[in-house]
Structures are given as structure tokens and as C-alpha cells.
């Protein structure tokens, strides 16, 4: 039996690869491109490219006090001009200079005609509203190029053609708008996490695709779909006659009993795995997409034809235990999809697992990916994941890492609220946050230019013991240019722009986002819903400065005694974690110290 291989890079597609990065460094690389001079020009072209009433801005004074448009740090990165009596179509060439922007609101006007592919060059771009006009078409393959896209509404324009499933190459993408457009076919098999979903109004048929079974019914309907949540399918003709034979009749009760049979045995199976699973109530990784078992072998190609590549081994210990061939023949699960690559939990025969991490886009030589690696499996702290062993060949590079079976603090702190379930309490989320920011710090401590590059709640792996293991430290300077920095969402800092280069500051913004996440209980980027959702910083330094600042911690954490100064301080280090400008941020080093003084862990020094 064939395992169901992911489809192989096609040779033209690996080719294009290096032009793509070329034309990547060309665009991005300019430095007269990345200033508010060609904002400027870009958006004074805009402005004289479409009609209707004209928008009144004071050409003599700088963009960035123009109506709808908003600047950080020199660039722009907001233009919203919602509901201006916009016509016209919009034009090509003017987009691809505003690379600041990260909102892009045109929605409730009359614009048409198809999007503009420079739009492909906006790779902050978060939030695209184009709702409400008449744009129309098929959708653009640029689009799904858009990998920093979180919230995408077409809703309201004359698109149509078929919903392609390369949607789920928007990896970042949780609010995707298509109602009221002229759709056609079926839904595709979407494995995204979409948080808001509406393809109502539209000419779709066919089946509701199950992941979407929990969606409200108002988000399909104006289709001819059938499946959860709306009406079940019919099932095939069966009950045509109303007549029935006795030969009919008797085979359906033959057919009743099996299935009462049937009935009884998932029942039954289902008893037997809930009392399994109250066990392991924890190590739910909502992260993973529920995907078939395969090999790791199905992953790609692990031997070079001269084959003679195997694992290196960085921890040493560890080398009599397993094999390249063991790990190509254990069964793989896929644990989640990365920013730098999928990863996989491999359980070998011995009982044990390993997680393997596929990586993407790597272009480093053997040399330079070799040094690179040794750096990073030279770390050793009891809050990292440790690097156990990498496998290096042309066309597939593999990190092998301990595996932590309680999944990541961003399963557990926003997975399904299910039985089972249990909040992270106000303890474990200061141990999880001091211990995580201990490991930073190491990792900081190692020179000037150590960076994490990666820090987000689904990179912090947890213990049995609820013990927190950073893991995907060192990884963003292996990442080919391709990759865009819409990477970590919510928790980039404003000033990276680079994925590759990613400071001790930007560090210690991610870092603070992740302790804002831990306070409030809330995803950055996706926690607002709202049609023009704000970061989770902003969200609460904006509370706080309307004195509200009670109404942002999580809900679960309000039945603590005597935490409430705690949670204030904690917040205050989220937020000047979080500050804009990076030298106004404090150390790791700082931050470890401001935590270690909250009362809970003064009282623990006490003990000792
Ligand atoms: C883009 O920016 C460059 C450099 O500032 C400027 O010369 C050019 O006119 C701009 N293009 C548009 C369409 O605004
Ligand atoms: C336009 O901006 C300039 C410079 O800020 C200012 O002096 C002028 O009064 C503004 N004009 C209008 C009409 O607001
Ligand atoms: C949408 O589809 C309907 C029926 O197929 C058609 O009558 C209508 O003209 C289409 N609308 C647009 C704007 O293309
Ligand atoms: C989907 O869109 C329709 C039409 O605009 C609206 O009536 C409905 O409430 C929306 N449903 C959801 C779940 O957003
Ligand atoms: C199911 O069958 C009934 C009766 O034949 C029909 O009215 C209904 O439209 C069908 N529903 C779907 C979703 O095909």
C-alpha cells in the first residue's frame, strides 16, 4: 500500500525558486524604496489614478497627517479609505513602493476591474479590505503568494470562478471573507485555522468540507451545499419507492440490527478512549492538523544518490539510540506547520519519539548550514529544546529534537475549551513565562548578535511537568530570503524587516507579546475580531491608558486570591516589552530579574 506522499517540488518550481529571491533582493534591497519619500510618490499616484470625489490631501504637508493614512517608524503602514465614493480601477505600479503597508481598507466604494499584481510585493500586509466594491474576475494567483495576509475580505464584489484550495498556502490567513460574489463549484478542503469563515451568497454546491462543520449556518447559506452545519446530504436514492417489498423490508431490519451493532461498538469504542484521553488531557496540540499517519520516509528524498549521508549526532549520548533508517521508518505525525518547515513527531519502535523538522528554502552551502547548526546544538539550557542530531543533503535537510509530548503554551493556552480542558493556572503561567524568559536570556547572553528570531507561545514546548523547552532558537538564519517576514504575525516587532536579521530587541518584543498573551489569555493578531482587529499591544496599552486596563486580563485568571499586583506588574513588563522604539525595551536579562521579584517568586527564594 502506497503511504499518500505529499507531491515533490516539480523541477520548474525549484527552478524559479532562485529567481524569485533575485527578484526579491532587487525589489526590496533599494534603498531608495524603502523610504517615506516613495510612500509619498505612491500614494500621490493613487490618488490621481482613481475618480470619484477627490481626496483632500495637503500635498504641502507630510503623508503621514493625510486622511486614512497612518506611519510607524518612517513608513507607511496604514491607508484606510473606507466608504470615500472611490470609481475607477486601481493601478498597477504604485502598490509595489508602499512595502510598509500592513492594512489596506478600500472596502464600500465603486472600484472594479481586476487587483493589481505589485499588490504581491506588500509582504507586511496583514489585513486586506476590499469588501464592498466591484472588483471582478477569478481570483489572482498572486493572492495566495500573500503569506503575511491574516484577514482577507472580498465579501461584496463580483468575483467568481472556483475557491481555489491553494488558499491553504496562506498559512497566517484566520478571517477569509468571500460572501456575496459569484463563486461557483465546491468548497475545497481548506486545513487552515480560520477563526471567521462566510462563503454565503455565492453559486457554491456540493459538500460542507467536515472542518467547517462547526461554522455557523449563516456562513454558507445562499448555496446549494448541504452537510454540517447545514441540512445532511441526501443520501443516494435509496428511498425513491414508498412501496416496499417484504424482501425490502427484510433486509432493513437486517440491515437495523447490524447497524444498532455498529451503534453499540463505536459507543463502546468511544467510552474506552474518553476514560484514555482524561489521562493525557494535556497534550492536545491544536496546532496539528489531524492528518493521516505516514512515514517519514513519504517525506521526501532522504538519500543522495551517492548515499552516503546519514544523521549527525550533536548529542552524542543519544547516538546508540536510533538510526537514519529507524527514523525513516517510523511512523510520522505531523505536528504542525512551521514558519521554517513542517515538523513531525517520529515514534520509533523503541517506544520512544523524536520530533523531526523538515526545513524549507534552506540556500546555505553544507558549510554554512553545518556552522550554523553547530552554534545552535551548542546551546544548552534546561528551558531550550535540545538539538539532538540534523541530516544535511541536496534536497532535504532534517533537524531531529527531543520531543515534548504536552504539545506548546499557545495549544494550551487557547486550545478547545472542551471536557478535559483545563485552564493554565496563575502559577504555571509566571513559572512558564520565567523559565521561557531564563532561556532567552541564555540565548541572548552569547554575544550581541544571538538571537532567538522566532519567539511566539507555539515555539514554547511544554514537559509533563509543565516545565517550559524554547524550541526553533537559531532557525531564522538558516531561512532562505524567500521566506517572507510575515513569519510570526502579531509578534514582529515594527522595525524587523528581515527575517534573517532579527535582533536582541526584536527578541524582546516577541518576548513581550508572548507575556501580554499569558496575562490576557488572548492570540495576538487574531485575538480581535472585530472588522479592523488592532495587535495585541496596542489592544492593551490602549486599555490601559482609558484606565481599563482590568478588563484585559484573562477571565480564567480572576478567580486567583491576592495575584492581582502580580498580574498588574506582569502586564507592565508585557507592555514596556512591547514599546515601539527598540532601545526604550529592557534586557532579557532585566526582564528575568523584574519577574524573579514578583511576591510568588519572593516567598519560593523565602522557602529555600
Ligand atoms: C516609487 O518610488 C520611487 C522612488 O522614490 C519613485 O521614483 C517612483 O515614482 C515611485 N513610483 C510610484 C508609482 O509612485
Ligand atoms: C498644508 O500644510 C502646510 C504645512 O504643514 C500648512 O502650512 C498649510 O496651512 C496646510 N494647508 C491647509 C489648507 O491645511
Ligand atoms: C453572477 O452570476 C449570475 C448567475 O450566474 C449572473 O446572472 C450575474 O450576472 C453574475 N453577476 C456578475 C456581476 O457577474
Ligand atoms: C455571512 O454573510 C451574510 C451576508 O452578508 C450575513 O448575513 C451572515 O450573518 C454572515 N455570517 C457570518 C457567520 O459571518
Ligand atoms: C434532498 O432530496 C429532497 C427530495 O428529493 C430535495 O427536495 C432536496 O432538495 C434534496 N437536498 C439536497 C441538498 O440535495
Redesign the pocket.
Known amino acids: 500500500m502506497k503511504p499518500p506522499y505529499p507531491p515533490k517540488q516539480s523541477i520548474p518550481a525549484a527552478l524559479s525558486m532562485p529567481l524569485l529571491v533575485l527578484l526579491l533582493l532587487c525589489l526590496f534591497s533599494s534603498p ?2 524603502s ?1 517615506l ?10 490618488r490621481s489614478a482613481l475618480h470619484g470625489r477627490p481626496l483632500l490631501w495637503n500635498l504641502s504637508a507630510s503623508p503621514c497627517s493625510w486622511e486614512g493614512v497612518k506611519c510607524a517608524l518612517g513608513r507607511v503602514i496604514e491607508l484606510r479609505l473606507p466608504g470615500m465614493g472611490l470609481r475607477g480601477e486601481l ?1 498597477s ?2 502598490f ?2 508602499l512595502t510598509g503597508l500592513q492594512t489596506l481598507s478600500l472596502r464600500y466604494n465603486s472600484l472594479s476591474g481586476s487587483l493589481p499584481p505589485d499588490l504581491a510585493g506588500l509582504f507586511s500586509l496583514r489585513n486586506l479590505y476590499l469588501q464592498g466594491n466591484k472588483f471582478s474576475g477569478q481570483l489572482p494567483d498572486f493572492l495566495f503568494s500573500m503569506q503575511s495576509l491574516i484577514r482577507l475580505n472580498l465579501a461584496a464584489n463580483e468575483f467568481d470562478g472556483v475557491i481555489s484550495p491553494r488558499f491553504n498556502s496562506l498559512s497566517g490567513l484566520s478571517a477569509l471573507y468571500l460572501e456575496q460574489n459569484n463563486f461557483t463549484g465546491s468548497i475545497p478542503e481548506l486545513s487552515l485555522r480560520l477563526d471567521q469563515l462566510n462563503m454565503s451568497f455565492n453559486h457554491l454546491s456540493g459538500v460542507i468540507p467536515t472542518p467547517f462543520s462547526g461554522m455557523p449556518e449563516s456562513a454558507f447559506e445562499g448555496n446549494s451545499l448541504c452537510g454540517k452545519p447545514l441540512s445532511p446530504c441526501n443520501a443516494t436514492a435509496v428511498t425513491r419507492d414508498n412501496k416496499l417489498s417484504g424482501r425490502a423490508i427484510a433486509s432493513i431490519a437486517v440491515a437495523s440490527s447490524l447497524m444498532l451493532l455498529l451503534v453499540l461498538a463505536i459507543v463502546f469504542l468511544i467510552c474506552c478512549m474518553r476514560s484514555a484521553k482524561k489521562k493525557h488531557s494535556h497534550s492536545k496540540n491544536i496546532e496539528a492538523p489531524k492528518q493521516p499517519k505516514f512515514g517519514i520516509r513519504a517525506i521526501g528524498k532522504t538519500r543522495d544518490p551517492s548515499g552516503f549521508n546519514s544523521l549527525v549526532f550533536i548529542r552524542k549520548q543519544q547516538e546508540n539510540l536510533f538510526d537514519l533508517e529507524d527514523l525513516l521508518k517510523a511512523s510520522a505525525e505531523v505536528l504542525g506547520k512551521g514558519t521554517f518547515g513542517t515538523s513531525y513527531k517520529a515514534s520509533l519502535g523503541t517506544g520512544n519519539a523524536m520530533a523531526v523538522k523538515r526545513l524549507k528554502d534552506v540556500s546555505d552551502s553544507e558549510t554554512e548550514f553545518v556552522e550554523k547548526i553547530r552554534e545552535i546544538g551548542s546551546m544548552n539550557h534546561p528551558n531550550l529544546v535540545p538539538l539532538v542530531a540534523y541530516y544535511y543533503s541536496r534536497d532535504e535537510k532534517l533537524l531531529v529534537y527531543e520531543y515534548m509530548p504536552t504539545g506548546s503554551l499557545s495549544a494550551l493556552l487557547h486550545g478547545d475549551n472542551g471536557a478535559g480542558w483545563t485552564p493554565l493556572s496563575w502559577d504555571t503561567r509566571c513559572r512558564i513565562a520565567l523559565r521561557a524568559a531564563e532561556a532567552v536570556a541564555y540565548i541572548h547572553s552569547r554575544g550581541p548578535e544571538a538571537s532567538h528570531g522566532n519567539i511566539k507561545s507555539s515555539n514554547v514546548l511544554l514537559t509533563k511537568l509543565y516545565e517550559p523547552r524554547v524550541s526553533d532558537y537559531g532557525l531564522a538564519r538558516l531561512a532562505g530570503p524567500a521566506i517572507s517576514p510575515s513569519w510570526f504575525h502579531g509578534y514582529r516587532a515594527p522595525e524587523v524587516i528581515d527575517i534573517r536579521i532579527v535582533s536582541q530587541e526584536a527578541d524582546v518584543y516577541s518576548f513581550g507579546v508572548l507575556i501580554l498573551e499569558l496575562v490576557t489569555g488572548k492570540a495576538p493578531s487574531t485575538s480581535l475580531l472585530a472588522e479592523e482587529g488592532l495587535d495585541l499591544p496596542r489592544w492593551v496599552s490602549g486599555a490601559v491608558e482609558q484606565d481599563s486596563a482590568a478588563e484585559v486580563f484573562d477571565a480564567e485568571l480572576l478567580r486567583y486570591q491576592n495575584v492581582e499586583e502580580d498580574m498588574i506588574r506582569m502586564l507592565q513588563i508585557g507592555i514596556d516589552c512591547t514599546e515601539q522604539s527598540p532601545d526604550q525595551r529592557p534586557s532579557m536579562a532585566e526582564v528575568t530579574k523584574r519577574m524573579e521579584s514578583l511576591s510568588q517568586f519572593r516567598s519560593l527564594q523565602e522557602q529555600h
Not at 37 to 46: G, I, K, T
Open positions: 531608495a524604496n523610504d519619500a516613495s510612500d509619498r510618490a505612491a500614494l500621490v499616484a493613487l493601478p505600479g504604485v509595489g513602493n
